[in-house]
C-alpha cells in the first residue's frame, strides 16, 4: 500500500514560518490534502487539490506538491495554529484503492 | 449549515458487533459519497471506508485492516450513514468519525463528525 511519511514534530516561533512535509512515491502525481486536527477536535480541512484553501481558511496556508514531496506552509504563525497536521491522498494505482493519510505532524509554536 | 452527528459508540467485548450511525443535515445527503475515518487513543488517522452515491452506484470501498469484517451502507431518505462492524479486535478501539467525500474526482473529506468513540475490550 501507498506510504505518507510526516516528520513528527516542528516547532516555529510566533511569526515565523511553518513548513510541513509529506513524502510519497512520485506523490507529485497525486492530488494531497491537508487536515488540522486541535486537540480534543475532530480534524479540518486546510488545503485541497494540492494548494487550494476552503472557504474561511486564512491565506496564511499555503500547498505545493512536486516530484516526491508536498509541503503545507504556514506563515506568520500564531498560537492558534498549534496543532497536528495531516496530509492525504486517494491512491487508486493497485488493485486495492484506498484513501491514506500521513502519519501526522505535531506543530508547537514556541 | 453542514452537520455531521455520530452516534452508537460504546464498550463492546471482542469478537462482538456495534453498529455507528451518522445523522446528516445542511445539504443533500444524496449527492455525496460519506466515509469513515478513525483514530485510535494518541495515534494518527486511519481511513476505514466510503460509500459512494446513489449516482456512482453507491458502491463502497474498505481499508485492508476492516475489510470483510465492516461494512458501510446508507439510507438517503433518512440521511444517515451506517457503519456495521462485526468480529471486533481490541485494536479497533477508536474514535470513529464520520466525514462527507467532496464531489469531486478525487477523494478527500470536507467535513467530519465530532466522533464517537468505540473500546473494545473484554
Known amino acids: 500500500s501507498y506510504v505518507l511519511t510526516q516528520p513528527p514534530s516542528v516547532s516555529v516561533a510566533p511569526g515565523k514560518t511553518a513548513r510541513i512535509t509529506c513524502g510519497g512515491n512520485n506523490i507529485g502525481s497525486k492530488s494531497v490534502h491537508w487536515y488540522q486536527q486541535k486537540p480534543g477536535q475532530a480534524p479540518v480541512l486546510v488545503i485541497y487539490?494540492?494548494?487550494d484553501r476552503p472557504s474561511g481558511i486564512p491565506e496564511r496556508f499555503s500547498g505545493s506538491n512536486s516530484g516526491n514531496t508536498a509541503t503545507l506552509t504556514i506563515s506568520r504563525v500564531e498560537a492558534g495554529d498549534e496543532a497536528d497536521y495531516y496530509c492525504?491522498?486517494?491512491?487508486?494505482?493497485?488493485?486495492?484503492?484506498?484513501?491514506?493519510f500521513g502519519t501526522g505532524t505535531k506543530v508547537t509554536v514556541l | 449549515e453542514v452537520q455531521l452527528v455520530e452516534s452508537g459508540g460504546g464498550l463492546v467485548q471482542p469478537g462482538r458487533s456495534l453498529r455507528l450511525s451518522c445523522t446528516a443535515s445542511?445539504?443533500?445527503?444524496?449527492?455525496?459519497?460519506m466515509s469513515w475515518v478513525r483514530q485510535a487513543p494518541g495515534k494518527g488517522l486511519e481511513w476505514v471506508g466510503f460509500i459512494r452515491s446513489k449516482a456512482y452506484g453507491g458502491t463502497t470501498e474498505y481499508a485492508a485492516s476492516v475489510k470483510g469484517r465492516f461494512t458501510i451502507s446508507r439510507d438517503d431518505s433518512k440521511s444517515i450513514a451506517y457503519l456495521q462492524m462485526n468480529s471486533l479486535k481490541t485494536e479497533d478501539t477508536a474514535v470513529y468519525y464520520c466525514?462527507?467525500?467532496?464531489?469531486?474526482?478525487?477523494?478527500?473529506?470536507?467535513?467530519w463528525g465530532q466522533g464517537t468513540l468505540v473500546t473494545v475490550s473484554s
Open positions: 466525514t462527507r467525500v467532496s464531489i469531486s474526482e478525487d477523494y478527500y473529506f470536507d467535513y
Open positions: 487539490y494540492d494548494s
Open positions: 445542511g445539504f443533500t445527503f444524496g449527492d455525496y459519497a
Open positions: 492525504q491522498v486517494w491512491d487508486s494505482s493497485s488493485d486495492h484503492p484506498e484513501d491514506v
